[in-house]
C-alpha cells in the first residue's frame, strides 16, 4: 500500500549515531536506483546519498561523507543509511526515495517517482 516507509529517525546528541530503514513495497526494487533526501526547515530537499542496484556504486555528499553510509539488502528490500558522528545541522527529516524500474543514478530529485513519509531527525547539542 505505502511503497516506501522509513524508520530509525529520533532524537540524538551531537557526535551520536543512528540508522535509518526504509522499507520498500515496490516491483522490482533490485531495479531501482535508491536514495536517502533530507529536508531541513526553510530548505529545499537535498540528497543526502544514492545507491546504485547493484550496490557497488554509491554516492554521498560532501556534507556527509565521512560520516554517513548508504547500503542496501535486496533480499529485504531494504536501503539503509548509517548515520555516525552526527551534528546539529543534520537536523531534518529525512526521506527516502527509489527511480522508475532501470531510472539512471541520479542525486535529483526529479529523477524520483517513490517517496516515503519522512522520518524525523534532530541532533541536539
Known amino acids: 500500500q505505502v511503497p516506501l516507509v522509513e524508520s530509525g529517525g529520533g532524537l540524538v546528541q551531537a557526535g551520536g549515531s543512528l540508522r535509518l530503514s526504509c522499507t520498500a513495497s515496490?516491483?522490482?526494487?533490485?531495479?531501482?536506483?535508491m536514495g536517502w533526501f533530507r529536508q531541513a526547515p526553510g530548505k529545499d530537499r537535498e540528497v543526502v546519498a544514492v545507491?546504485?542496484?547493484?550496490?557497488?556504486?554509491?554516492h554521498t555528499e560532501p556534507s556527509v561523507k565521512g560520516r554517513f553510509t548508504i547500503s542496501r539488502d535486496n533480499a529485504k528490500s531494504t536501503v539503509y543509511l548509517q548515520m555516525n558522528s552526527l551534528r546539529t545541522e543534520d537536523t531534518a527529516v529525512y526521506y527516502c526515495?527509489?527511480?522508475?524500474?532501470?531510472?539512471?543514478?541520479?542525486?535529483?530529485?526529479?529523477?524520483?517517482?517513490?517517496w516515503g513519509q519522512g522520518t524525523q531527525v534532530t541532533v541536539s547539542s
Open positions: 515496490v516491483p522490482e526494487f533490485s531495479s531501482r536506483i
Open positions: 526515495a527509489a527511480t522508475h524500474s532501470d531510472g539512471p543514478f541520479s542525486v535529483s530529485v526529479v529523477q524520483y517517482v517513490y
Open positions: 545507491v546504485h542496484r547493484d550496490a557497488q556504486i554509491t
